[in-house]
């Protein structure tokens, strides 16, 4: 039988904690060491829908990549059925459910969020991108790619619902991708030799200084730049403890929807 202690310490053998950002709050973050565990659900963040779905299916365990509480989006001071985090902390306590979650260790780690990126979008000779650890870059193999095929080629790959993109007016080539925000890497990027940029949340004057820079830039959503994560921590934790049973949440997906112009 195993517990969320031993659960917890394969997942820091998968990503070490040391690889955290100091401002980021990763493993055990709600729930008991000794709790014992036979069902697992995988889920990109803990929110109410995922909670029920773990109820539902009677796991003992969530792991996820947002921390639930006390990082910088989401800092704890009270504990109250009255707010959302609250009753959403006081809603997996009740339900006797555990949460770890790996967050900036996994972006980092080597076959972490990022490798899983790269590898979603079949990108081949991989390298490093920033100094620290976040990012990759890759080539497209079958490149260079008009900007706008290979946009529509992104959204097929990770099942956005559209991407958001900035022409430099350069074919793809070389490309760098940044799981979830890495905007402040654009640069890096460029710096690299790299001719695009695929992250997320960019904002407008991102767009607008990356043209100038001369590199193109893709914005294919949080969730799917890092969805793809989720079947890495399923199948480490499946591999190593075949007795478990590993269910990836189907509660959780993207919640930005595109109103596309044309579309009827
Ligand atoms: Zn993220």
Known sequence: MQTVETIENRLFQLAPKAGAMDWDNVGLLVGDPAQAVTRVLV???????????????????????????????????????DTPQGHLLRSLVRSDISAICMHTNLDVASGGVNDALLDALKLVDPGPLAPDGLGRVGTVPDGPLPLGEYAKRVSEQLHCNGVRYADAGIPVHRVAVGGGACAEYAAEARSLGCDTFVTADLKYHDFLNAVPQGINLIDAGHFPTENVVCAVLIKTLQDTFPDLTIQKSTSLEEVIQYDVKGDS
């Open 43 to 81: 889920a990109l963040d803990i929110t109410e829908p995922v909670v029920r779905e773990a109820i539902s299916l009677g796991a003992q365990l969530i792991v996820a990549h947002h921390p639930v509480m006390n990082c910088t989006w989401l800092p704890v001071q009270t504990l109250r059925e």
